[in-house]
């Protein structure tokens, strides 16, 4: 999905809302990770078929309604919509381009596999994975053996720290939006100042981990804050391919988000290998001080090499 929205993001929306648009859109993520984590812990407890199994019944279902919706309600240009008013095209047309809107030139590559920023980006993108996925998968685990929950407790608890993203995502997209403006700063220099606030406020949260010892209300204190700062940096990782090329926005994402996935892959294989002998508050402060490092690397990599200006083979 997340190629696929980008590539409607270049078509849809003017270049000075990019970044507001993208964190709005992929902050619905977040929201799906609250819900899902939420039902997941009540229908595991009190669902049917058995408990878990429900789970999969349950969010398959939904999944199929969501794919009608999306057959039947989105379109990848205003120019392809059946139904778009002449006011609304007009306005596209003026604040885009028409030709933005209407060409599809052939995918250059060699250009983009070749290119620093774009590969800066996937490192960013591959870090800012192995967070997220990292927390969406062991969170519970983390809950259930350090904490002491229940699956319900779990469930409720484990969601409510994405709520932080959820509030940063489209809030920092608006500020972003709002520094590179012309006259102001420069689009590469304010994407660049969110991951670094973002990692590093980060990364202090996931140290301080340890200091909540086994209080599951400081835990999710802890998160939340964690989520919310984690959250900025979608401010350069959503909007980032729309930057360097908007015709070929979709491809972009689709070759980090791809590789990115390495980053949701690793997390549970880590925290498998570093509390398989005992699972405690101090075998998880490893596995959480691992996560702030590799959130460094993908941040440090994105402020040295990443780029803010559209790449001379975005046309």
Not at 3 to 13: K, N, Q
Not at 197 to 202: E, H, N, S
């Amino acid at each position: 999905m997340p190629p696929a929205s980008e590539a409607m993001i270049a078509r849809w929306t003017v270049p000075r809302f990019y970044t507001v648009v993208a964190c709005t859109i992929l902050g619905g993520i977040d929201t799906g990770v609250i819900v899902g984590l939420f039902s997941a812990g009540i229908l595991c407890d009190y669902g049917f078929a058995g408990g878990w199994p429900s789970v999969f019944y349950v969010f398959g279902m939904i999944g199929c309604v969501w794919f009608v919706c999306w057959c039947f309600l989105c379109y990848s240009s205003p120019y392809t919509h059946p139904r778009i008013s002449r006011v609304e095209l007009e306005y596209f047309e003026r604040m885009i381009g028409a030709e933005d809107l209407a060409r599809h030139p052939p995918t250059p590559w060699k250009k983009i596999l070749t290119s620093v920023p774009v590969w800066a980006l996937t490192a960013l993108f591959t870090s800012e994975c192995w967070v997220i996925y990292g927390l969406m998968t062991s969170l519970p685990l983390y809950m259930h053996d350090v904490l002491g929950l229940n699956m319900t407790r779990i469930g409720v608890l484990s969601s409510v720290p994405f709520l932080g993203s959820i509030i940063s995502s489209p809030l920092s997209g608006f500020v972003v939006d709002w520094l590179r403006a012309p006259g102001r700063l420069s689009t590469g220099v304010v994407r660049k100042v969110s991951v670094f606030a973002g990692f590093i406020l980060c990364d202090i949260c996931l140290i301080t981990v340890w200091f909540v010892g086994c209080n599951p209300a400081l835990a999710v204190l802890n998160f939340f804050p964690l989520l919310f700062f984690d959250g900025m940096k979608m401010a350069a990782t959503s909007a980032n391919p729309l930057d360097l090329a908007p015709l070929h926005a979709g491809r972009l994402m689709g070759l980090a988000c791809g590789l990115a996935t390495l980053g949701g892959i690793f997390p549970p294989l880590v925290v498998g290998a570093m509390t398989a002998q005992q699972s405690t508050r101090s075998t998880w402060q490893g596995v959480f001080f691992v996560t702030a490092v590799v959130n460094t690397f993908g941040a440090l990599v994105f402020i040295i090499f990443g780029s803010g200006n559209r790449q001379s083979w975005a046309d």
